[in-house]
Structure formats: C-alpha cells, structure tokens
C-alpha cells in the first residue's frame, strides 16, 4: 500500500509541475454580450480586465453588436487612406510571464469589402518604438479562417512587462476585393488571445501590489481613483504618449477627477505612490 501511495504522489507531484508549465490565460476579448462594454477584456489576469480595445488613426467608432466568429465581433469603418497608421490597439500587463502566444481571427465585408492586408505590431511602455511581430501577416477576407492568427509566439522582449502595447496595423490601402479601401470598408475582429507561462522566480508586479482602482470605467462623468496607500502624483497620458491631465501633490489615497478632465478617448491612469512604486491601469472616456 505505501508503494502504492509512493508511486500515485510521484505521479501527482508531476501532473502539478506540467499544469504549472501549461500557458496562463493573460487577456482575452471574445466580444460575447454585443454590448459596448465589451471593449473591456472578458477574461484573464484581474490586472488586465479593465483594459479596452480601440482603434487609433481615425475610424468610425467601434460597433460592439455585429456576429462574429463565435458570439459577437468589434466592427469599424473609415479604413480609407489608412495604410501604416489606422489599427485595432489593445494593452496588457505581462508581470510574471514569459513565452508569449497571441491569437485573433479577423473578417472583411463582403459589399463593403475593408482593407486586405494587415499585420501586428508591438511596443514596450509608452515611449517604446512600434516593431513587427514575426509570423503576424493577415490577408483577410469575408469569413473568418483567412486572417487568423493561431497562438504565435511574441517576441521576448514582451515578456515580463507592465505594459505592451500591440496593434493590427493595415499595410496597404487595397482592400479584400483588389480595389481601393473606401470609407465605408468594414473590418471586424474577433477572439483576440494573448497567453503565457509563469516565470518560476515569481518577479513581483508594482501594478499588481497596488490594486488602485478607477471607477467608474468606462466612464463619461467623474472619475474616482482609490488605493491603498497613499498616492503621491497621478498622470492621465493618451494613447500617443502624451501627458494630458497631471496632479503632482495628491497625498491621499482617494481622488475624484472632475468631468472634462480629458476629452473623450482612450488614456492610461499612472499614479506614483509614497512608497516609490508606479501603477498603471487604463480607462475609457466616452
């Protein structure tokens, strides 16, 4: 019986060590509700659930209530002249994890065909520089098998970060049918996965210890931000890096930011606390 026991806690011991080796659900957007509080991820670390996804280069806004490859999708239109600077944009916080994987599935229209060619990029913190991740080209088409992306590798340099950005970046102007992007051009994206293997000597993440809120979020009133210790600055920055709203001397541990404190958009809420560390979450204004 004790060799019985012996062998079965081997065997159990070993089960654990492989789960712990499996990959880690970090972000996902699977758009499941067609609802516009489906730009927030829909799953993964708490880090990241407050997290949005939006488009940047000037496109129509983002319809949430299109079918997608599974429930629903995220739509966009005014794609035109868009070549290397419109895209879909996400962020995620990566603390703890390496040997990163990414998947998505993207869709054009059909009479309203959208742009044929994309590919995905990343950058490290808000002054990084866009690089292309390997193995990333799309051409899409009205159904979604052509321009999938199926748990490929990001480069190391995603690993272990608290912030990276990545984008789907049209390349061209030519759309899905050989003609030129036009303004009503669709494109959709759907079941956007981003997963990783814990790193075994468990690296603290700064993000992670605070847990500071932002509510409400989205939001198109006041904004309250409450932590845990006290905050010693707070900084609003646009997707482009830019500061747009400071307050250098907040010693408290809970804020409110009147309306019109940043116009309507997507931002990344900074904070510094007493204790030296920085936080960062993101936050929608509508």
């Known amino acids: 019986m004790k060799k019985i026991i012996t062998i079965l806690s081997f065997f159990l011991i070993l089960l654990i060590g492989t789960a712990l080796q499996g990959q880690v659900l970090i972000a996902k957007w699977t758009f499941p509700t067609g609802n516009p509080s489906d ?3 829909d799953g993964g670390l708490p880090v990241n659930l407050t997290k949005a996804i939006h488009t ?6 983002i319809d949430f209530s299109k079918n997608g490859a599974t429930t629903k999708s995220a739509q966009a239109t005014g794609w035109e002249n868009g070549a290397m600077t419109k895209c879909w944009f996400v962020t995620v916080n990566t603390i703890g994890y390496k040997e990163l994987k990414l998947s998505s599935k993207q869709q054009t229209g059909g009479n309203n065909p959208g742009p044929r060619d994309y590919m995905v990029q990343y950058r490290i913190d808000i002054a990084g520089t866009w690089t292309d991740v390997p193995n990333s080209t799309l051409i899409t088409a009205n159904n979604w098998t052509s321009a999938v992306l199926d748990s490929i590798y990001l480069p190391e340099a995603c690993n272990n970060q608290p912030l990276v950005f990545l ?7 030519t759309n899905s049918s050989e003609g030129t992007v036009a303004s009503t051009g ?26 500071f809120t932002v509510s409400p979020n989205p939001s198109n009133g006041p904004v309250t931000i409450t ?3 006290i905050m010693k600055s707070i900084e609003i920055i646009d997707m482009s890096g830019k500061i747009v709203y400071s307050y250098k001397e907040v010693n408290k541990t809970a804020i409110s930011l009147k309306s019109g404190f940043a116009p ?17 979450r993101q936050i929608v204004i509508f």
């Open 39 to 41: 730009s927030l991820a």
């Open 56 to 61: 940047e280069g000037g496109t129509s806004v």
């Open 167 to 173: 984008r789907w970046i049209m390349t061209t102007n």
């Open 186 to 211: 669709i494109n959709k994206i759907d079941d956007i996965y981003i997963t990783g293997k814990l790193i075994s000597t468990g690296v603290n993440s700064p993000e992670g210890n605070i847990h």
């Open 227 to 229: 932590s845990p210790v």
């Open 264 to 280: 309507k958009g997507n931002y990344l809420v900074r904070i510094k606390m007493e204790t030296g560390q920085t936080g960062i």
